[in-house]
């Protein structure tokens, strides 16, 4: 079954085809990091407008690159929530004509279950159950995944997501958005123990919470200054090392109390260096299974949707003309 899967729900445009939500034949992505880079985030106007005018050369790229024509696509896969409502409707409406146009049938995919379930994408992928760890600029969020389509909210944040704690702490720096990837190359040539930053929500309970971590950088720059050199890398290996601490205990500790021993870490902060080296290491001694995928599907991609679109097909999901974009579908 080929599944063309569009993805337009927030800052990236992108199509791929995946042949029965396991073989990627072409994954393409136009971001738009460069468009919202100088405010600082994501502008929702011009993410809308900007999908309008990439999103059927990207459909038609991804095609080009599988060998592939509307004609050969059995299924159309379109994020239709959480995300943008303006940048969902985007890729929801292009579904829908393409669907129109050649009577193939679509379905509306979460876009935090095409995170969790581009795991399936590599060759060993676990099968449910498992616990799986979405990190990304909206959302950090952990699930136990059932089954597919059988999910479970187990631990979520109380305040800012690790992504966005990233891009404030970046902004507070001066570092150009978004804060990810500058932060984790500063990040490398640092000491993470030069300060200790705080961790929140110690303890068994599985919620984690960045605000206090945010606002404790603020108050060390107005304490001491912006910092550079040296003092710049320590102070990004720190913050960075907050981050990975928290969620890989609450990884690990969410699998000893529920009994998992498969785990999952996914969404575009998955892609850090050092939350993926302490997740792998620290299930690795408790006997757990860590996967990673690797980061090209973690950040927002059309494969990812293809997967979900063709899971949720298969338990028997059907989409039509009256579907609408749901911006904050709750997966669970």
């Known amino acids: ?98 669907s129109l146009a050649t009577g193939k049938p679509f379905v509306g995919a979460n876009h935090l279950e095409g995170h969790l379930l581009a795991i399936r994408l590599l060759e060993d992928a676990p099968a449910p159950p498992f616990l799986g760890l979405v990190v990304s600029g909206g959302h950090t969020s952990l699930y136990e995944v059932r089954d597919y389509g059988n999910y479970r909210l187990v631990g979520r944040t109380r305040d800012d997501a690790a992504g966005e704690a990233y891009d404030k702490t970046a902004r507070i720096l001066g570092l150009p958005y978004p ?92 892609a850090n260096s050092r939350l993926r080296a302490l997740c792998k290491q620290r299930a690795e001694e408790r006997g757990l299974r860590m996967f990673l995928p690797p980061v090209r599907l973690c950040t927002d991609n059309g494969a990812m949707i293809a997967v979900a679109g063709y899971e949720a097909w298969r338990r028997g999901l059907r989409g039509d003309f009256r579907l609408a974009a749901d911006p904050a579908w709750r997966m669970e």
């Open 179 to 270: 804060g990810g990837q500058p932060i984790d190359e500063l990040a490398q040539k640092g000491d993470p123990e030069a300060i200790r930053f705080p961790r929140a929500l110690p303890g068994d309970n599985l919620d984690v919470s960045f605000s206090g971590l945010k606002t404790s950088v603020l108050h060390h720059v107005q304490k001491h200054g912006v910092p550079e050199g040296q003092a710049l890398h320590d102070l990004c290996a720190s913050f960075q090392e907050a981050v990975a601490d928290v969620l890989s205990k609450k990884l690990v500790a969410a699998a000893k109390k529920l009994g998992h021993n498969q785990l999952v870490l996914c969404g575009g902060v998955a």
């Open 1 to 98: 079954m080929l599944v063309l899967g569009l993805e337009t729900s927030c800052d990236e445009t992108a199509a791929a085809v995946v042949e029965d939500g396991r073989r990627v034949l072409s994954d393409v992505v136009s971001t738009q990091v460069d468009i919202h880079r100088r405010w600082g985030g994501v502008v929702p106007e011009l993410a809308s407008r900007n999908h309008i005018v990439q999103v059927m050369p990207v459909v038609h790229e991804a095609l080009t690159r599988a060998d592939k024509t509307l004609d050969d696509i059995d299924l159309l896969a379109v994020t239709s929530g959480p995300g943008l409502i303006g940048a969902l409707l985007v890729g929801l409406q292009v579904a829908k004509g393409l």
